[in-house]
C-alpha cells in the first residue's frame, strides 16, 4: 500500500471511528472538548505511524488505545490521577496496565458512550448553528473547511461556533451522560432537529449555486441510522430516519443534466432509489409497531410515503397528504405546515380552496421573508390563470431566495406566467 493509500484509508477510519473514540474518551476526562484533542493526537500518531507499520487489523481499538494512553498521562500530569481513577473505576485501571492486545481498548460501553455524545453535542444549552457544527463535527469527523464549505459560512465562523459550543458544554458542566424522564425527551427532540437540519441543508441548500448538498444528506442520514441502533424503542427516530430514507431516494431525479431543479410532480419516479424507498418504508413501519402516538417526524415520514407509493404523480393520494398535513399541524403547529397543507388542498380539491388557506397567511411576521409563500401563491393564481398575478408572485420569490439554481427556476415560470399572460389577453400593455 502507497503512502497516499494509507493516508486514504485513514481519512476512511477517522471518518468511521471518530465518534466512537471522542465518546471513549470524553467518558474519560469529561470535557468534549479535550477529548477530541486527545483524539485528534491518535489521529496524529496514526498519520505517523501507519505509512511505516500498515493499517491495523482493528483501527478504531488502536485509535482508542492511544487516545486513552493520552489522557492517562493528562490526568497525570495534572495530578489528579488517584481521584480520576477512584471514579472511573476498574475500566481505566486495566488500561494502566498496558494491555498488550490492542482489541481490549474497545470498550463494552463504547455504544453507550456514543450515545451520550450525541446528547452532550445537542444539548439544548448550545445554539441550534452550534449544535449543528459541534454535532458535524465530533460525529461526522467532518474538518472545518468541510463544514463551512456546507453552509457556505466562512471557516473561521465555524471555528469560533465549535470553540464557543465546547467552551459553554464545560462552563455549563453538562454531566456525560443520557438524560432521563422529562429531559431526556426534550434532548431527543433537539438532537433529532438537529439531524434534521443538516439533512434539509443538504435536501434544499439554502443558498449558493447548488440545488443539492448530496454529502450533508448522507451525514445526516448516517447519523439518523447509528441514532436508531441506539434507541431502537424511541418511534420518532425511526420516523425521521423513514422520513430521510425516502426523501433521498428522490435524489438522482431531483436534478436535470446541467444542475437544474426538477420538481417532485415533474421527476422521473424510475430514477427514485428502491432501495432506499424500501428502508425508509421499513422504518416507518418499525416506528408504526412501536404504538405510541405519531409524532412530527413519523408523520412526515407518512407523507413521504404517500408519495413514494404512487407509481406517477397522478397516482398520489393527495387526500391522504392533506389529512395527514391536518395532523401534523395539531402535533407541531407551524405555518409553514399550513402552506404545506394548502399545497396538498390544492392538489385534492382545487387550487381556489388552496388560495384562500395560503392568502391567510400572507400577513404571518414569521413567513414574511419565506420565498416559498410567493412562490406557491405563484403557482396556484397561475392554475387559476391569473397569470399577471402569477409572474409578480415569481419574481418576489425569486427575489427571496439565496440558491441560485432556485431562482433561475423561479425566473423562468415567471417568465412561463408573462407569457401565459400576453396570449390570454394579447392587447394587454
Not at 48 to 74: H, S
Not at 310 to 327: G, K
Not at 351 to 368: I, N, Q, Y
Not at 399 to 414: F, H, P, Q, Y
Amino acid at each position: 500500500m502507497t503512502a497516499s493509500d494509507t493516508h486514504r484509508a485513514i481519512d476512511a477510519v477517522w471518518r468511521i471511528e471518530s465518534a466512537r473514540v471522542i465518546a471513549g474518551l470524553t467518558r474519560i476526562v469529561r470535557d468534549v472538548g479535550q477529548a477530541e484533542e486527545l483524539a485528534q493526537d491518535a489521529l496524529v500518531a496514526a498519520l505517523e505511524q501507519w505509512p511505516e507499520t500498515g493499517v491495523p487489523r482493528n483501527p478504531g481499538a488502536w485509535l482508542m488505545a492511544v487516545g486513552k494512553r493520552r489522557a492517562i498521562d493528562l490526568i497525570r500530569r495534572k495530578e489528579r490521577f488517584d481521584r480520576k481513577l477512584d471514579e472511573l473505576g476498574h475500566d481505566l485501571a486495566v488500561d494502566l496496565e498496558g494491555a498488550s492486545d490492542l482489541d481490549a481498548a474497545a470498550d463494552d460501553t463504547i455504544e453507550d458512550d456514543l450515545l451520550r455524545l450525541v446528547f452532550i453535542s445537542c444539548h439544548p444549552v448550545l445554539s441550534t448553528e452550534a449544535r449543528v457544527a459541534l454535532t458535524l463535527r465530533v460525529l461526522g469527523g467532518l474538518r472545518t473547511d468541510e463544514i463551512a464549505r456546507a453552509f457556505l459560512v466562512s471557516e473561521s465562523t465555524v471555528g469560533q461556533r465549535i470553540v464557543r459550543a465546547k467552551r459553554t458544554l464545560a462552563d455549563a458542566r453538562v454531566p456525560f451522560e443520557v438524560p432521563a424522564g422529562g429531559e431526556r425527551d426534550a434532548r431527543l427532540s433537539s438532537v433529532l432537529e438537529v439531524i434534521y437540519l443538516v439533512f434539509n441543508e443538504g435536501y434544499s441548500a439554502t443558498a449558493g449555486d447548488d440545488w443539492l448538498r448530496p454529502a450533508l444528506c448522507e451525514e445526516a442520514l448516517r447519523l439518523g441510522r447509528v441514532l436508531a441502533e441506539l434507541m431502537p424503542k424511541e418511534p420518532e427516530v425511526h420516523g425521521l430516519v423513514g422520513l430521510m430514507e425516502i426523501q433521498a431516494s428522490r435524489s438522482a431525479a431531483r436534478v436535470g443534466p446541467s444542475g437544474e431543479p426538477v420538481l417532485l410532480l415533474d421527476q422521473d419516479r424510475s430514477r427514485w432509489d428502491q432501495m432506499l424507498i424500501r428502508r425508509g418504508l421499513a422504518a416507518l413501519e418499525r416506528a408504526e409497531s412501536l404504538g405510541a402516538a405519531p409524532g412530527p417526524y413519523r408523520l412526515q415520514a407518512a407523507i413521504a410515503a404517500c408519495h413514494a407509493r404512487a407509481r406517477t404523480a397522478d397516482d398520489t393520494d393527495w387526500a391522504q397528504i392533506a389529512a395527514l398535513y391536518e395532523s401534523l399541524a395539531r402535533v407541531a403547529p407551524s405555518p409553514i405546515v399550513e402552506l404545506n397543507r394548502a399545497v396538498a388542498v390544492g392538489m385534492a380539491f382545487g387550487p381556489a380552496t388552496a388560495l384562500e388557506l395560503v392568502d391567510a397567511l400572507t400577513g404571518e411576521p414569521s413567513l414574511r421573508g419565506y420565498h416559498l409563500l410567493p412562490s406557491v401563491r405563484g403557482d396556484l393564481l397561475a392554475k387559476l390563470h391569473r397569470f399577471a398575478e402569477a409572474r409578480a408572485e415569481f419574481e418576489r420569490a425569486a427575489s427571496l431566495t439565496r440558491n441560485l439554481r432556485e431562482r433561475t427556476l423561479l425566473l423562468e415560470r415567471a417568465a412561463q406566467a408573462q407569457a401565459a399572460a400576453a396570449v390570454s389577453s394579447p392587447h394587454a400593455t
